[in-house]
């Protein structure tokens, strides 16, 4: 029987099924696969089955994992309306970051962007720009003029203070910086980054394994419960905070409080839209950060052009938003690294009805994979695609294929939160690089790991030697 026919004869009857590609392999021998090395079995499966090829990690799961452009093109912009989140995502992040932005459908969707947009205007876009560049300068006031850097939860914290204060102002940041957020003994500082790494680290174990139901108290389930209240008192305490001083009509806390009070939006929602934006607003950005500064110390080359770039531009000053158009070394040096490990490596769909995509029948059931990382990585979209080469963002360049490059998503549901994510990135490389040279530990290659967020396998540690001339 031909796709078409089965389409025609049964379109939702689950048990029309048509041979896909993929491995063949028992569905407990792919979830060790999963588990040991996701992006490794993903990788070597594209190469071996092209464009469309299904895994099936679980009994009774089937998912399609997109490997080429126009297919993904055809879920993500073309036939977007016949495509949601699937249960997978759902299951995977619902717990925790309720129905914000990331799992809402349809018409709240479209509401919920509505609502949260003016947030990045370019004049709070342009405040945001102050604070990152005061932020990472006095974390390098911090630093010793020679010492080495786990850089990954430094970047972590750094993102998450500037966020805070992006979202919830500086008047609630100051407030909480000494008070009891989460459990702390009182007079305290409470460390919201551990809360929100608790949080990514339940999300991306829920990658990787199927947890039993929620009810049984298992150590998994107990961690996630704690990582979940945790959450919750973090956000009711910034909202009491800000209800005490009146809430702001100039960031996103208060504009939520607000329109709470009036009764326009339930607490659920606000809570809802505050932790999606808290922790998606940070986590990616701190993995941009730390995968850049990898990057750039490996490759010293680009750390000069970077130096001299930043120096004949702001030598004596600190840089600001206005210089973002002129950053074009940093620039391209984030993108490139956003290519080769892009923090959301993977999103997913599910069709809303039986459908025929790449010639195979894919049911309601089924979940869909697009990931940015396999599609980054491949030579006919990318120019020898393994090589860190920021070059190929210039203008004049062939070797990048737009629709190919995908690290802020695509269609109506792109990353809300793009130009925020690139005033941040940009300015804190550039303010990094400018104030210190940079050099990687060892000379150890450090492999992706694919969690909630694409993160390094093992600590990524650089050399960090003060540039002369600097006072700090």
Known sequence: MTVDAAISRAPDDPSVVVDAPGPELPWWRQLG?????FLGFLASSAERYGDIFCIQPAPSTRIFVLNSVDLVSEVLTRR???FTKSKQTRFVVGKFLGNGLVLSEGDQHARQRRLLQPTFGSKELTVMARDVVSETEALLKSWDSSQTVDIEPVMTALSLRVIRRFLVGDERLRHLDGVDTVGSKSGEHSDDSEVFRTLAEAIGGRFRSMPLPAWIPT???LRERRAVRRVDELVTSLLAQSRTD?????TLLGTLGTLLDNGQITATEVRDQLVTML?????????VLSWTLYLVARNSDVQDEI??????LAAGRQLDITDLRRLKQTTNAVRESMRLYPP?????????HSLNLGGLLIHPRDTIYVSPYLLHRQGRYFADPLRFNPSRFEADTTSTHTSAYMPFGAGHRGCIGQSMAVVETVLMIATIVQSYELRTHDDDDIRPFAGATLGPTSPIRLSLTRRTGLHH
Request: aromatic share 10%; proline share 2%; glycine share 8%.
């Open 33 to 37: 696969l999963v588990r040991r090395d």
């Open 80 to 82: 977007a309306d016949e």
């Open 219 to 221: 150590r998994r389930n």
């Open 246 to 250: 009146g809430h702001s009509a100039t």
């Open 279 to 287: 922790f998606a607003g940070h986590e990616t950005v701190a993995k």
């Open 307 to 312: 130096y001299a770039e930043v120096s004949g």
């Open 344 to 352: 959301v490596w993977v999103f997913d769909r599910s069709p809303k």
